[in-house]
């Protein structure tokens, strides 16, 4: 799994992307957009917990990697997910909590990547953040489908 957020300081709302690949499961490109902050690593954590209920009640997945370019996100959910005490995320980390609970059966990794490497699902994830950022601050939020069409295309023929 990759994920990715994107915001700008001059505008309210964040970007969500996330790309679920491999484990026997089909491509799923999904992006979403969060209107109501511009917090870079609450959209961070936000594209995780996303991309992570999405791979909820499949019980052949053993082990999700979650890839992310955001080295505060993985840190701060490493933490989390070991049960060490977080603080500072607000609601998030309450529902980053219950969705531990539903998550148990699989086993979670939280890796950094580093970001614009080259890597295609980075890329991806990246574009998908970017993309429905921007239609949403333009009010073109209608056009994410179009988006994900696109990215899942380009992700097929890569």
């Known amino acids: 799994m990759y994920t ?92 980053f909590q219950q969705l531990l609970v539903k998550t148990r059966q699989l086993d979670v990794r939280f890796e950094w990547v580093k970001g614009h490497n080259g890597n295609v699902f980075n890329e991806a994830v990246d574009r998908l953040a970017m993309g429905t950022r921007r239609n949403h601050q333009m009010d073109l939020g209608h056009l994410d489908s179009e988006l994900v069409a696109r990215v899942t295309e380009d992700l097929k023929h890569s």
């Open 4 to 95: 990715d957020a994107s915001a700008t300081a001059s505008r309210t709302g964040v970007g969500l992307g996330w790309v679920i690949v491999g484990g026997g499961l089909p491509l799923r490109v999904k992006c979403r957009f969060l209107p109501n902050t511009n917090h870079i690593l609450i959209g961070e954590v936000m594209a995780i917990m996303y991309g992570l209920k999405s791979v909820v009640g499949v019980p052949e997945l053993g082990t999700v990697v979650v890839r992310s370019d955001s080295k505060g996100a993985v840190r701060l959910l490493t933490k989390c997910w070991k049960g060490e005490n977080v603080r500072g995320m607000g609601g998030c980390h309450e529902e």
